[in-house]
């Protein structure tokens, strides 16, 4: 038994990572992210050394979060390496630059933030950055987030995920 699954489930995303006009891009899957702080608009997540996403993300210092609800896409892009394969061409991901940054978005997300690293925390065989948010949109968005939440996957763990009932629950 793994502690960190007394956590889960857990929102999955995308993250985008290299430069678009270089045509050096990449995109894993996550659930360990989190917002940090709203003063500077900045949110965390833990990437493995290994993968090749933290290799862009070394070399530019910029990333991206997507939202999607295709948990087909959140499970190729999470099981196979942007080392052995071109995951935009392979898994037929239509892509657009960022609107500040130079970072990779897909393009019918729910969301995309253009994030810049101001931190970086080595913590066992993960990377724990933090980015700025530079600039981010999201479709049919309001005060509590998305009206249809219910869209949004989360990773329970391994090849397995869920989605919310339809119902918001507020306290007395």
Known sequence: MKFYRTLHPRPVVIIG????????VNFMACS???????????????????????KLIQKYKEFSVNITENIDLIWRVGTS????????????????????????????????????VIKEIEVGEVMFYIGEVKHWEA??????????????????????????????????
């Not at 992210?33 to 608009?41: C, F, L």
């Open 139 to 172: 479709s049919d968005f309001d005060e509590y987030g998305y009206k249809e939440f219910w869209k949004l996957p989360l990773h329970k763990g391994g090849k397995a995920f869920t989605f919310s009932n339809k119902k918001l629950y507020f306290p007395k």
């Open 81 to 116: 390496s942007g080392k052995d394969v071109n995951k935009v061409e392979t898994f037929d991901i239509k892509i657009k630059p960022g609107k500040v940054l130079e970072v990779p978005l897909i393009k019918d997300a729910l969301a995309n933030l253009e994030c810049k």
């Open 32 to 54: 360990w992210i989190t917002p940090i702080a709203e003063d500077i608009p900045a949110l965390g997540f833990a990437c493995d050394k290994e993968h090749f996403t933290y």
């Open 17 to 24: 990572s290299g430069n678009v006009k270089k045509g050096e």
